[in-house]
């Protein structure tokens, strides 16, 4: 019975974490349903390697989808640099490129779908510079990595 249960579990651990990366980064895609595809399963597997991290793929409405889903990729975009902390990572924008108020819509919408994460926003340099900090529980790292295609 306890074996079932496991594999159940894990079962539905990875649909939930195929699901995730149509979503997330977190919620990158539209909500459609897409076929699970191989690299979405060898992230499903980097997913549950990097400490068992799950997105709440219904945390957001269809809209918050949609809104979340472009400021991800405004600010993966418009980065003008990513830096490996101890705990996680840090991204830096330029004000002129996106907004602390956008910034801040996107970490609204990010922690309802993982709230696992620690969000960590500065604006430094007189201004110049917005700062993202994303840290967690051990083994975010490896996900913030995975999720967000970092080298």
């Given at each position: 019975?306890?074996?079932?249960?496991?594999?159940?579990?894990?079962?539905?651990?990875?649909i939930v974490a195929a699901s995730a990366f149509l979503l997330c980064?977190?919620?990158?895609?539209?909500?459609?349903?897409?076929?699970?595809?191989?690299?979405?399963?060898?992230?499903?597997?980097?997913?549950?390697?990097?400490?068992?991290?799950?997105?709440?793929?219904?945390?957001?409405?269809?809209?918050?989808?949609t809104r979340h889903g472009a400021l991800t990729k405004k600010l993966?975009?418009?980065?003008?640099?990513?830096?490996?902390?101890?705990?996680?990572?840090?991204?830096?924008?330029?004000?002129?490129?996106?907004?602390?108020?956008?910034?801040?819509?996107?970490?609204?919408?990010?922690?309802?779908?993982?709230?696992?994460?620690?969000?960590?926003?500065?604006?430094?340099?007189?201004?110049?510079?917005?700062?993202?900090?994303?840290?967690?529980?051990?083994?975010?790292?490896?996900?913030?990595?995975?999720?967000?295609?970092?080298?």
């Amino acid at each position: 019975m306890r074996n079932n249960l496991k594999q159940s579990l894990g079962t539905k651990k990875g649909i939930v974490a195929a699901s995730a990366f149509l979503l997330c980064p977190c919620c990158i895609t539209s909500a459609e349903v897409k076929p699970v595809s191989s690299s979405v399963q060898e992230k499903q597997k980097v997913m549950e390697s990097a400490g068992g991290f799950y997105c709440n793929t219904k945390a957001l409405s269809p809209a918050e989808r949609t809104r979340h889903g472009a400021l991800t990729k405004k600010l993966l975009s418009v980065r003008r640099a990513t830096v490996e902390t101890e705990k996680g990572y840090e991204l830096q924008f330029n004000p002129a490129d996106v907004t602390v108020a956008e910034v801040a819509e996107w970490v609204e919408m990010e922690s309802k779908c993982c709230s696992f994460f620690d969000f960590h926003i500065d604006l430094e340099n007189a201004g110049t510079l917005i700062c993202l900090r994303l840290t967690g529980a051990e083994g975010v790292k490896q996900f913030i990595r995975a999720e967000f295609r970092l080298s």
